[in-house]
């Protein structure tokens, strides 16, 4: 069975500094998808960046940009130039490809301070 | 453009009542996701929903159902509820159910479900 873990439940980052965040997973298959949600105190999750399994170059999305290691099986987060409003719950997420019947898994989430 | 809604946005049932939540997506989006988040069990997905066809469901009992309609708004229902079904629900939109090639998705703002 697919498994998501995030083994950071808190940590803290000054502004302006970079923090990255990490996530492991473990599946069989060779095909899928690997997200980073955010969850800010007003609980609206914003999906902020996402990683096909089958492309080999990291993903990036402005300041957030993820480390992926295929064989590994790990996909971090890097934040650079932390932002007082980046503080927030920050989930991965590992989705498979096969539609019908995909799980979708999500990890237990790493609180992010941001420290002025 | 308007952003996900979700109604009603707080709610209190009893344990054995039946509630049924509402999502309705962006204009335009035809895919409604649905997720249960709770501080025991964490971010669960519960089903997807794509032109009206359920696409895929997670691992929750048959009392979690839902639908959607052909403007694309969906509703979720739960029968009999147990008081571990207190939670905060979450539902998304997208253009497509397929959340590769760089699909946005959106969150509403969630229902808060208790259940005494």
């Known amino acids: 069975a697919q498994t998501v873990t995030q083994s950071q439940p808190e940590m803290s980052v000054q502004e302006a500094e970079t923090v990255t965040l990490s996530c492991t997973y473990d599946t069989s298959e060779s095909d899928y998808y690997l997200f980073w949600y955010k969850q800010p105190p007003s609980r609206q999750m914003i999906l902020v960046i996402r990683q096909e399994a089958y492309k080999q170059q990291n993903a990036t999305e402005n300041r957030f940009s993820v480390n992926f290691q295929k064989a590994a099986k790990s996909f971090s987060l890097k934040i650079s130039d932390s932002q007082l409003g980046d503080a927030a719950m920050y989930f991965c997420a590992y989705r498979s490809s096969i539609l019908g019947t995909y799980k979708y898994i999500f990890g237990t989430g790493t609180r992010l301070k941001v420290l002025a | 453009k308007a952003g996900v809604t979700q109604t009603p946005r707080y709610l209190i049932k009893t344990r054995g009542q039946q509630v049924t939540l509402s999502c309705s997506p962006i204009?335009?989006?035809?895919?409604v996701s649905w997720y249960q988040q709770t501080p025991g069990q964490g971010l669960q997905f519960l089903f997807e929903y794509f032109s009206e066809t359920q696409r895929n469901k997670g691992n929750f009992p048959g009392r979690f159902s839902g639908r959607q309609f052909s403007n694309s708004r969906s509703e979720m229902n739960v029968s009999t509820l147990e008081l571990g079904d207190s939670a905060l629900y979450l539902c998304a939109s997208s253009l497509v159910a397929n959340l590769g090639s760089r699909t946005k998705q959106y969150f509403g703002p969630g229902t808060r479900l208790t259940v005494t």
């Open positions: 204009s335009g989006h035809r895919s």
